[in-house]
């Protein structure tokens, strides 16, 4: 089985209007190594906005002579299942260019492991886990929001989630919405979600207001899990 682990750099987060500006990916290997190291620039169709240069640096200078997406894309192809940090973005723009594929999110999964962190960004894991130079590779030369560097690093972090919990488990968690444990906005900003008011809870599910999906499936989630007496921690 090819685990491959993705990353891609864009022009912003829209794959209807937006474009991949950078792409790159490892694969994981059996005995804990990455191989098959991948990456490319990728020349868009539209301007990179400043804001979007901002986060990883690329200006269109640097893609004036790069290949299109068409020109790179078969060399990412191929694997039985890709994994990236919010999996679900690298997928709404690539899903479609690499066929039939499983999917894994670390973001996702890590919100289950570690539920209590304070972050769960993928740097933030990076070094929460110990993973200051992952796989040997030094420090120095990696550069945080550059598609190969990132790569690793999710590479990194994949490894240390499969010692906590089965592949069925990854797949199925990467599939739902985020799970998250701790509420960060509001009133009870700070708080766990299981020691929220139930009344509050059910104001974010079932009340008219803008949260993200993810906010009121996670409160829709420990609602469920207070009716039931269920556990109170989402792990494993």
Known sequence: MTIRIIDIETTG???????????ASVDLLRDGTIANQRSALVRPPIPVPPESSAVHHLIDEDLAFAPQLDDVIDQFKGADAYVAH?????????????????WACTYKSALRIWPDLLSHSNQAL???????????????????????????????????????????EIVRWSSEPALL??????????????????????????????LREEVKASA???LDRRASNGPLLPGL
């Open 13 to 23: 987060i829209d794959p209807d209007a937006d474009a991949i500006i950078e792409i």
């Open 220 to 222: 829709r989630y420990w």
């Open 86 to 102: 919010n999996a679900d973005f690298e997928r709404s723009f690539l899903e479609h260019r690499l066929g039939d594929a499983l």
């Open 126 to 168: 990076r070094y929460r886990l110990g993973l200051v130079n992952p796989f040997n590779i030094d420090r120095h030369t990696l550069s945080p929001h550059r598609a190969l560097s990132d790569a690793i690093v999710t590479a990194g972090v994949f490894k240390e989630i499969i010692k906590h919990a089965t592949w069925p």
């Open 181 to 210: 444990s701790v509420l960060r906005f509001g009133m009870h900003r700070g708080e766990r979600f299981d020691a929220v008011p139930e009344d509050y809870l059910r104001w974010i599910v079932e009340g008219q207001n803008e």
